[in-house]
T-cell receptor
């Protein structure tokens, strides 16, 4: 069974600084998809960034980028120029390849990020 | 295009009562997922449905919990004879069929229903 591990329950960063959130996963599949979701105090789940395992290039979305290491099964999220609005719980998630596992997302336990002014 | 709608947003039940949570997916989405989030924990998968069909219920407790997604109307997550341990936030998400969105397609989440069992 697939598992997703986030080993940092909480992190703190100063405004405008850069922070990296860690995520590792375990799977026997070769094709799969990885996501980072953000859950602010409003509790709405918001997609931050996604990565397809067959793509070697790391995904980037404005201030958010990932470091995807397929061999190490590692998928970290880097937030540059942190803003107060980035304060939230961040969840790493895994989704198996089509035709294998069902379409469900498997989430890690989350990292609570606090951006300090 | 309205997002995923969940209601009620907050529900209070006494032990032994029934709780019904509703989820209307985004327009054009035929796949619905239910997740449970206990306090200070991540989201745990419960069940995945498409219209009139349960695809994967591997995360559903064996007793008291059921889900449906009828041809017409919202998806319903039903919890019978609630206990205090059922207190949690229940999130619904939807997506178009994988063949249309591809597996990289995101799940769109509702704002959740918070169940409190007294």
């Amino acid at each position: 069974a697939q598992t997703v591990t986030q080993s940092q329950p909480e992190m703190s960063v100063q405004e405008a600084e850069t922070v990296t959130l860690s995520c590792t996963y375990d799977t026997s599949e070769s094709n799969y998809y990885l996501f980072w979701y953000k859950q602010p105090p409003s509790r709405q789940m918001i997609l931050v960034i996604r990565q397809e395992a067959y793509k070697q290039q790391n995904a980037t979305e404005n201030r958010f980028s990932v470091n995807f290491q397929k061999a190490a099964k590692s998928f970290s999220l880097k937030i540059s120029d942190s803003q107060l609005g980035d304060t939230a719980m961040y969840f790493c998630a895994f989704r198996g390849g089509y035709g294998g596992a069902t379409n469900k997302l498997i989430f890690g336990t989350g990292t609570l990020l606090a951006v300090q002014p | 295009n309205a997002g995923v709608m969940q209601n009620p947003r907050h529900l209070v039940r006494r032990r032994g009562q029934e709780a019904r949570l509703r989820c209307s997916p985004m327009k054009g989405h035929s796949h619905v997922y239910w997740y449970r989030q206990l306090p200070e924990e991540g989201l745990k998968f419960m069940v995945y449905l498409q219209k009139e069909n349960i695809i994967d219920e591997s995360g559903m407790p064996k007793e008291r919990f059921s889900a449906e997604f009828p041809k017409e109307g919202p998806s319903i997550l039903r919890i019978q004879q609630v206990v205090r341990g059922d207190s949690a936030a229940y999130f619904c998400a939807s997506s178009p069929p994988p063949r249309l969105a591809g597996m990289a397609g995101e799940l769109f989440f509702g704002e959740g229903s918070r169940l409190t069992v007294l």
